[in-house]
């Protein structure tokens, strides 16, 4: 019997040894908004990735490079075998496409060029705060967060964006593949590379 508990002793002690600690229901909260503050204040960063964007009739996918800086953006698409090539810049005040065949298209603002060249809306402007897994400025309809604090799904701005992979990025989780989805619109990024710092290319 001594023997008998002593095991189970032991076998208790090395249970406790090996359970990861989880964070308390009512500490997830303040652990994203840590989280959405650190990341807000996060100027520089570039992914390289694959994007892909469906509307149910048309759609199309290809390898993508986001750049972003304290003032500017950078995104550059270019789908399979080289097809559908273009660059998306954007700084203060003006959004310009430049596409493979030399065309350029100018706007006031990246959503409004977006918009004019697909259709239909793609919140550019939110998908920059999206795909570092947080919410965008401005609130958040409803967000569902996992043991650690990082969103499993967030809805805004009618769209409802679900995330099922994070990568570590030094002391950081960043997401790793993401979908936004509205109605029959659909986003979708798989992101290979995280680079975070002045200069991040």
Same mark, same amino acid.
């Given at each position: 019997?001594? #023997?008998? *508990?002593?095991?189970?002793?032991? =076998?208790?002690?090395?249970?406790? &040894? /090996? @359970?990861?600690?989880?964070?308390?229901? +009512?500490?997830?909260?303040?652990?994203?908004?840590?989280?959405?503050?650190?990341?807000?204040?996060?100027?520089?960063?570039?992914?390289?990735?694959?994007?892909?964007?469906?509307?149910?009739?048309?759609?199309?996918?290809?390898?993508?490079?986001?750049?972003?800086?304290?003032?500017?953006?950078?995104?550059?698409?270019?789908?399979?075998?080289?097809?559908?090539?273009?660059?998306? #810049?954007? *700084?203060?005040?003006?959004?310009? =496409?430049?596409?493979?065949?030399? &065309? /350029? @298209?100018?706007?006031?603002?990246?959503? +409004?060029?977006?918009?004019?060249?697909?259709?239909?809306?793609?919140?550019?402007?939110?998908?920059?705060?999206?795909?570092?897994?947080?919410?965008?400025?401005?609130?958040?309809?409803?967000?569902?967060?996992?043991?650690?604090?990082?969103?499993?799904?967030?809805?805004?701005?009618?769209?409802?964006?679900?995330?099922?992979?994070?990568?570590?990025?030094?002391?950081?989780?960043?997401?790793?593949?993401?979908?936004?989805?509205?109605?029959?619109?659909?986003?979708?990024?798989?992101?290979?590379?995280?680079?975070?710092?002045?200069?991040?290319?």
């Amino acid at each position: 019997m001594i #023997r008998a *508990g002593r095991l189970c002793l032991l =076998l208790a002690v090395a249970g406790c &040894s /090996v @359970t990861p600690s989880v964070p308390p229901p +009512e500490n997830l909260e303040s652990i994203y908004h840590d989280r959405a503050q650190r990341l807000h204040g996060l100027d520089d960063w570039a992914l390289l990735g694959r994007l892909s964007i469906d509307d149910s009739h048309d759609g199309g996918s290809g390898r993508l490079h986001w750049q972003r800086s304290a003032n500017e953006m950078q995104l550059d698409f270019r789908g399979s075998l080289g097809q559908g090539a273009w660059r998306l #810049r954007v *700084g203060p005040g003006q959004a310009r =496409l430049e596409r493979g065949d030399g &065309s /350029v @298209t100018a706007a006031e603002s990246i959503d +409004e060029l977006v918009q004019a060249e697909m259709g239909w809306s793609v919140p550019v402007e939110a998908l920059r705060w999206w795909v570092l897994g947080v919410a965008a400025p401005g609130g958040d309809d409803a967000l569902e967060l996992d043991a650690r604090g990082r969103p499993i799904a967030l809805a805004q701005l009618g769209w409802t964006v679900r995330y099922d992979r994070y990568l570590p990025v030094g002391d950081l989780q960043l997401p790793g593949r993401l979908e936004a989805t509205r109605g029959s619109y659909r986003v979708r990024l798989a992101v290979k590379r995280w680079t975070l710092g002045a200069g991040a290319q």
